[in-house]
């Protein structure tokens, strides 16, 4: 198994990566405490391919196991979800020492990361992220939380996770449409900060599509140690390193936010996103055409949307993007790109931005 | 207006304590950061006596100040709350910068705190405390939360004020079983940690009713430096030293959950849990009869209850305890004391707290 150390001190933790190694999640989760207790969070999609390993597994590593199973889709990303949670850990009398396993994508993790961090003040979790944007993003990095009717994400915590632990071998069962959105996270990478590994990309489109094993571990492996090395560097995002992550998000989100949340997957919208900024970061005069062009392609070839619907209220989203964390102090801060490898923080009036998307 | 320093590295703030000092709030706030919105959190009762003081003090600091109201009361501290103060946030679109600033006693700075705990993933707030419960308890050492319908503060964080600030004349306006249950609270620092402190109160008990100014101001100055220290060596609760300041609530919590959390102020039970760890200690040969009979002598003093009712099923409050958080791996740990000033941790079977509990 590969690992990358994700470097925060006393709350920092390894990521592991390999294939056919969901038998051996249990033996894992015995070396960090004492804990007795386990719950698996998890939805029934997912639970249909994996909880029985997994159950097994940690029952075998001598864990008292009990399951949670929550509805599939972003939709179920609520504060309900979080207080069903709870209620099953009271109900079982998980105490300080237990620990909840994030069995899914990005939504079981956010929400599982996000029940552990306020359950008697902060118990332990594990992510098992089984997606591609959840195994090189969401499940990375310590940010958990839900949406609110108004924007998402806006109610939620830091909490780091204990182990993250990723099998390759559950992206086999990924529904397509899934598989490509979590490419967009991971193109996101090399535009940020890895021009070596965005040409990689280039060259391995097939490869990756095909899942691959050799190329798909690599890929996930590197998106985990660059966004491992921007968190240890700005753990609680305040420094403005970790907001670099945020690339093609403050376009998504709002597009997300816009949609209900219904329309796109989360990738979908970043793809869109980070689309949407390279244009504003070239009519800005900050990125040249042919690097704006590379990204629309690279996404294009994969299969993704790139483009913001022309029925779409262009004003809507820029409203949706001042309600972004992001904006602070009535200004909107977007990440943009000067090359790709290379990107950087610039701050808009809520007018400006209106006029900026409006040309998206 | 005298200081006490919590050292808490980056997250470390002072406690300034003053007497009609309410109206040089916004200044201190304003020197917390840039931001310029500010969300006061209280309640009715509280907002009847010093919201407006508190609201011109912030505005004339070029606060953007917006009040969100609660029902008065512990049953109101639920989940429905906080997603009560997030609506206001989402409404008023309040940013990273902004401030949460509790205006109350325990109940409303929990709430304020993990309400700001939670929102973006964490904002700043200020306690502000107008009982003597929260200036030498709640509002001190960063514990924020709800309660549970099976348990109380089941749901909650670890999130640090930015600042406390105590007028001690808003003691003046405070109901008489309120104050006299704050000073259960006040006890418990001297059973827990300074004799002198404990023989200091035995001889102050008239000055301490009366609210005579410099023994109040000593007093409350004197629980706070207690509890900072405490807090300062375990901000977080896991090396078993911040346990000490739970003398007395793990039957005081019990207690309040199986009367529903209606029929005592939470320093009542406390003080009644104080008295029943004395007991235990006692029967289990590790305090004198004399220390524990100056305790109980002491509470009894003050007009508070010591006694569990008759009619109260010790079996339930022991059922109660084991779904405490205290409890850890199916044992329950009580803090009792082996003298006035000194007190260390024993773990209990549940079967030998259903015994123990009997007898008290």
Request: glycine share 28%; no cysteine; aromatic share 10%.
């Given at each position: 198994m590969e690992k990358v150390t994700v470097q925060l001190g006393e709350r920092g933790y390894d990521i592991l990566i390999g294939s056919a190694t969901l038998p051996t999640l249990g033996a894992h989760c015995r070396t960090l405490g004492p804990g007795t207790a386990a719950t698996i969070v998890t939805n029934q999609t997912v639970a249909a391919h994996y909880l029985t390993t997994v159950q097994s597994s940690l029952a075998k590593a001598d864990f008292d196991v009990s399951v949670c199973e929550l509805e599939d889709?972003?939709?179920?990303?609520t504060i309900r979800s979080i207080s069903h949670i709870h209620d099953h850990l009271v109900a079982r009398r998980m105490d300080r020492n237990g620990l909840l396993v994030a069995l899914g994508g990005g939504v079981i993790g956010d929400m599982a990361g996000f029940a552990a961090a306020t359950f008697l003040r902060g118990i332990g979790f594990v992510q098992v992220p089984t997606t591609v944007v959840a195994q090189v993003?969401?499940?990375?990095?310590?940010k958990t939380g839900v949406n609110h009717p108004r924007g998402k994400n806006l109610i939620g915590a830091f909490h780091q996770p204990r182990l993250v632990f990723m099998d390759m071998n559950t992206l086999a069962t990924l529904p397509r449409r899934e598989l490509l959105a979590g490419i967009a996270e991971v193109i996101k990478y090399g535009v940020i900060s890895d021009p070596v590994f965005f040409d990689y990309l280039e060259a391995n489109v097939e490869e990756i599509l095909a899942l691959e094993p050799g190329v798909t571990a690599h890929v996930v492996r590197r998106c985990c140690e660059l966004k491992a090395a921007v968190v240890a560097d700005d753990e609680r995002e305040t420094s403005g390193r970790r907001a670099i992550l945020n690339y093609g998000h403050t376009v998504g989100h709002a597009l997300e936010a816009v949609t209900r949340y219904r329309r796109y997957l989360h990738g979908e919208a970043v793809g869109i996103g980070m689309v949407a900024a390279a244009r504003i970061a070239h009519r800005e005069g900050i990125l040249d055409e042919d690097q704006m062009e590379r990204q629309r392609t690279l996404l294009q070839r994969f299969g993704l949307p790139t483009e913001i619907p022309a029925r779409i209220d262009r004003a809507a989203v820029a409203d949706a993007m001042t309600l972004d964390k992001k904006a602070a102090g009535g200004h909107i801060r977007m990440v943009l790109a000067e090359r790709i490898g290379q990107v950087k923080l610039v701050a808009f009036s809520a007018e400006k931005v209106r006029e900026l998307v409006r040309g998206t």
């Open positions: 889709g972003e939709r179920f990303k993003d969401s499940s990375v990095g310590g």
